[in-house]
C-alpha cells in the first residue's frame, strides 16, 4: 500500500468531489494521505478533514507564501492543533524565493518560528524550498532543526542538498515532476538516495504527473511517481511501495 505523504485536498478545488477524490485514493491502494496546512484557515481544515476521515492525517503550518499573514495568535493556534491525535507535522514551512509573495526577511523568521514550535511539540517539520536551497539548509542546520527532523517535500535542489538533508534527519520527498520529460537533474540526484530515505507523494492539486499532465492532481495519482522510482531505481515496484510506506509511517509516527 502507498501514502501520498503532501496533498491539499482541503483546497477549493476538490469542493465538488472530495469523497470521490478520497474514494478513488482507497481505490488505489493508498494506505494514508497526509494532508498539508498553507495557511491558518487550511490547517483548520485540515485538522477537520483528519478528525472525519481514517486515512487521512493533518499537518499544520504557514506556506511561506503566506508567511506575511502570521501573528503571534497563530503560533498559538498551530500550537494547540499539535496536541491532537492525527496532526502529524509542523507545515509546511520553508522559503520561496522564486514567487516572493512575502518579503524574505519576513518568511525567515516565520521559518524559524516553526522550527521552534516544532522542537517545542517535538513533531516533525514539513519544508518547502524553492531557489532557496542554501539559505533553508543553513537556517535549518542553526536552528537545529535535526532534533525533530523531517522532510524536504517537492524536492527540487541538487545531490549536495539531499545528503546534507539526510545527516540532518530529514527524508526526501519526490512528486508528479519526477514523471516529468525536463527532470533530468532530479532523476540523478534521485537514483543516488537510499532508499530508506525516500518518500512519494502528489502536492494535489499541484504538479500532475504524467500521464495525466494537464488535469487536476490528486493523490490516487501517487501511484504513478512509485512506477517511476521502479523504473530509475534497482528495486521492484512491491519494494518501492513497502519501503516509502514504513518510512512514511515511521516519520509521522503513524502505526
Not at 195 to 209: K, V
Amino acid at each position: 500500500m502507498l501514502v501520498d505523504t503532501h496533498a491539499h485536498i482541503d483546497f477549493p478545488k476538490f469542493d465538488q468531489d472530495r469523497q470521490q477524490v478520497i474514494k478513488r485514493a482507497k481505490e488505489s491502494n493508498l494506505k494514508y494521505i497526509i494532508n498539508v496546512g498553507a495557511d491558518e484557515e487550511s490547517s483548520r481544515r485540515s485538522v477537520d478533514l483528519a478528525n472525519e476521515e481514517e486515512m487521512i492525517y493533518a499537518v499544520v503550518g504557514v506556506h511561506p507564501h503566506e508567511a506575511k499573514t502570521v501573528a503571534d495568535k497563530t503560533y498559538q493556534q498551530l500550537k494547540e492543533w499539535s496536541t491532537k491525535d492525527k496532526v502529524v507535522a509542523i507545515g509546511e514551512t520553508g522559503l520561496d524565493y522564486h514567487y516572493d509573495n512575502s518579503p524574505r526577511q519576513v518568511q525567515r523568521e516565520v521559518f524559524r518560528k516553526h522550527i521552534q514550535l516544532a522542537k517545542e511539540v517535538d513533531l516533525p517539520l514539513v519544508i518547502h524550498s524553492r531557489e532557496a536551497e542554501e539559505e533553508t539548509m543553513k537556517i535549518l542546520i542553526k536552528e537545529d532543526a535535526h532534533e525533530v527532523g523531517g522532510v524536504i517535500h517537492c524536492f527540487g535542489g541538487d545531490l549536495e542538498m539531499a545528503q546534507q538533508a539526510i545527516e540532518n534527519n530529514f527524508y526526501i520527498a519526490v512528486g508528479g515532476v519526477l514523471t516529468f520529460n525536463n527532470a533530468h537533474q532530479l532523476r540523478r540526484v534521485i537514483k543516488q538516495i537510499p532508499l530508506d530515505r525516500l518518500l512519494i507523494e502528489t502536492d494535489a492539486p499541484y504538479l500532475t504527473p504524467a500521464p495525466n499532465r494537464g488535469k487536476r492532481n490528486e493523490p490516487a495519482y501517487v501511484e504513478y511517481v512509485a512506477e517511476k522510482l521502479a523504473e530509475l531505481l534497482p528495486y521492484s515496484i512491491e519494494k518501492i511501495e513497502k519501503t516509502t510506506t514504513k518510512n512514511a509511517e515511521g516519520l509521522f509516527n503513524i502505526s
